[in-house]
């Protein structure tokens, strides 16, 4: 008996979809009921957040919530933004070190609380346990300068602007149609024919 290609592709899918749905109604199904999660509507603080306010709690009590709650400690605020780089239009990069609890969570994104603060969600990373067993947790945050302006198509960048003309690079005043034809050289890139008269 063979089987269809359009048989197979309808029983394959409602297999997936049958093995993500969860069969216990208390089961969160594709994470949108997670305990303490922000309501509907609502929108995450953390984009409000910047390095220094974080700095400001530095040594308080951030409670995690997840299936368990877990009293968190903020240790330390590293900025990790390159010294070359210019921190103008909001442009900042940070790491927050937490400590606290014994058991190790997977990374994922948890809902943090605290009193000041709120409550907002943070992807947090297990660093290793201190000599005393506590647990670490790293978030990284990295935002990207308000006042950055994309690339306009024809536009060369700045570095590409003075930069100084490659070998047998065809140039836009030439003619296309009195260029050599091109032929592989052994290191893989390309070189016309008759480049010794050409560069006369």
């Known amino acids: 008996m063979s089987i269809s290609r359009r048989i197979f592709i309808k029983v394959g899918t409602l297999a997936a979809v049958a093995a993500g749905m ?34 400001q709690y530095v040594g308080s009590i951030f409670t ?11 240790t330390k605020v590293v900025d990790s933004l390159p010294r070359k780089v210019l921190r103008t239009g909001g442009r900042e990069s940070f790491e927050l070190h937490f ?3 014994a058991a190790a969570l997977p990374q994922d994104t948890y809902v943090m609380e605290h009193p000041a ?5 943070m992807f947090l990373v297990p660093s290793g346990t201190d000599d005393n067993g506590a647990q670490g947790y790293i978030a990284v945050i990295n935002r990207l300068s308000f006042a950055a302006k994309p690339l306009t198509p024809g536009i060369p960048r700045k570095s590409e602007r003075n930069r100084a003309p490659v070998k047998n690079e065809v140039k836009p005043e030439e003619d296309p149609g009195k260029t050599e034809p091109l032929k592989p050289s052994i290191r893989g890139s390309v070189e016309l024919e008759g480049a010794a008269e050409i560069q006369s």
């Open 117 to 121: 603060l709120g409550t907002f969600m």
């Open 22 to 55: 969860s069969l216990k109604p208390g089961l969160t199904v594709l994470g949108q009921n997670l305990p303490g999660k922000l309501s509907p509507g609502s929108t995450d603080p953390l984009a409000n957040y910047t390095q220094a306010t974080f700095t």
């Open 64 to 74: 995690l919530s997840s299936r368990v709650r877990i009293e968190l400690t903020l």
């Open 99 to 101: 400590r606290g609890g």
